[in-house]
């Protein structure tokens, strides 16, 4: 029988999703070797406004937002310090940004540069490696999973030193909607789309109910971690993310650049874009500070407050 659907779904929110994505594939695609893109927007409370899984539905139908599963790289940093802050670690609190050996594992900052001692602000705004496997070391891998776990973020994660690092995979939809909770208020988020479906003679058959996973992080904590995402806009590795108003948001890249995204929120609206190939070949040192950021602007741009 014939159904009225009523979705989250914003059109023009849509449009300029769209847009924003064909504009950098055509762009920037074949000369960085990018051969797809995904982008996703919703609201704090996990109401979908705009879901791009590719660069186009006629050639491929996977919905590289919702069923990639793809390592998230330094963007998963955001449970790292979510993890800290809610174990009694401070934004000012300093650190030293050095070289480490985990396990016989060393992990590397990007470009091979450290800052001595760092406060944790500094380390999250500069994406230290260093700092963000220390803290995990510090709170207990366990501790950061179960914080993903509390974020929303359900796909598997080993507990391993390069955790801390985004060696786990996710999804697109549920690392924007991780994100979602910082501007929520620090409750949970199930991203959703369907608001409500009737009959044709009116009969209601489905309404949502419900307003998500409940508290996630506390108050204290959600406004700490607000202030340190801003500073990744502000002065460090998201610079290219910046708007005309308040913009917050973390990078993240992959190991051999297969990955890049960059997820963030300004007033009323968080998004999260993924770069990459299906076959998770390497892109052309894209970095989530590029042209995910680039995006995510660009998309921002076409579909302001």
Avoid: C
């Avoid at 489905?206 to 996630?216: D, I």
């Amino acid at each position: 029988r014939d159904l009225v659907i009523r979705t989250t779904l914003n059109a023009n929110a849509q449009a300029a999703a769209e847009r924003a994505v064909a504009a950098l594939l055509a762009d920037a695609g074949a000369v960085k070797n990018i051969g797809q893109a995904a982008l996703v927007a919703m609201t704090p409370d996990g109401a979908v406004r705009a879901m791009v899984g590719g660069g186009s539905y006629a050639k491929s139908q996977y919905n590289r937002a919702v069923q990639a599963r793809r390592q998230p790289g330094s963007a998963f940093k955001l449970a790292v310090y979510a993890a800290a802050l809610e174990s009694g670690f401070e934004p000012g609190d300093v650190l030293k940004d050095e070289p480490i050996t985990i396990d016989g594992w060393q992990p590397r900052n990007y470009g091979g540069t450290y800052r001595g001692e760092i406060s944790l602000t500094k380390a999250i705004a500069h994406s230290s490696n260093s700092v963000a496997v220390q803290l995990t070391e510090a709170v207990g891998r366990d501790t950061v999973i179960e914080t993903a776990r509390r974020l929303g973020i359900n796909t598997p994660l080993a507990a391993k030193p390069s955790l801390a690092l985004g060696a786990g995979e996710v999804t697109l939809l549920e690392l924007t909607g991780a994100y979602a909770v910082v501007p929520n208020g620090g409750r949970g988020v199930i991203p959703f789309g369907i608001e409500e479906i009737r009959s044709r003679d009116g009969e209601v058959l489905f309404q949502r109910s419900g307003s998500g996973l409940g508290r996630a992080l506390s108050k204290g904590t959600t406004e700490k971690l607000a202030v340190m995402l801003d500073s990744v806009v502000r002065d460090g590795t998201g610079k290219r993310a910046a708007l005309s108003v308040p913009v917050a948001g973390k990078t993240g890249t992959s190991q051999d650049f297969r990955d890049a995204w960059f997820v963030g929120y300004r007033s009323g609206l968080v998004a999260g874009v993924w770069l990459g190939n299906d076959d998770a070949s390497p892109m052309k040192e894209v970095t989530g500070g590029g042209l995910p950021a680039h995006l995510w602007r660009d998309f921002m741009s076409r579909y302001p407050p």
